[in-house]
């Protein structure tokens, strides 16, 4: 069955670092545009970031994260540097599959950006 595990949350400060990773199971990988969301308590889940032929960032978050994959481990990773208050949330993994539209969704990582 498909997996995806992310890993790498935490509490941090305000200006501090993260590194999250996912680890997919189940899928062929490569293939699959991969993405992180987040969510707020009370908000709507919110794209944060895409991997597939090409890398994409919310203009929240442009300068301060990076997406990046390692297709060869099945994993993605998003690196968040200057971390800010507002990017308090869980955020989830997410595999989508272009030629049906499925998607699969990790369970999420909480990260909390507090003094």
């Known amino acids: 069955q498909v997996q995806l595990v992310e890993s790498g949350g935490g509490l941090v400060q305000p200006g501090g670092s993260l590194r999250l990773s996912c680890a997919a199971s189940?899928?062929?990988?490569?293939?699959?545009?991969m993405g992180w969301y987040r969510q707020a308590p009370g908000k709507q889940r919110e794209l944060v970031a895409t991997?597939?032929?090409?890398?994409n960032l919310a203009d929240s978050v442009k300068g301060r994260f990076t997406i990046s994959r390692d297709n060869a481990a099945n994993r993605v990773y998003l690196q968040m540097n200057n971390l800010k208050p507002e990017d308090t949330a869980v955020y989830y993994c997410n595999a989508h599959q272009v030629w049906d539209g499925t998607d699969y969704w990790g369970q999420g990582t909480q990260v909390t950006v507090s003094s």
């Open positions: 991997s597939g032929s090409s890398t």
């Open positions: 189940g899928i062929y990988f490569p293939i699959h545009v």
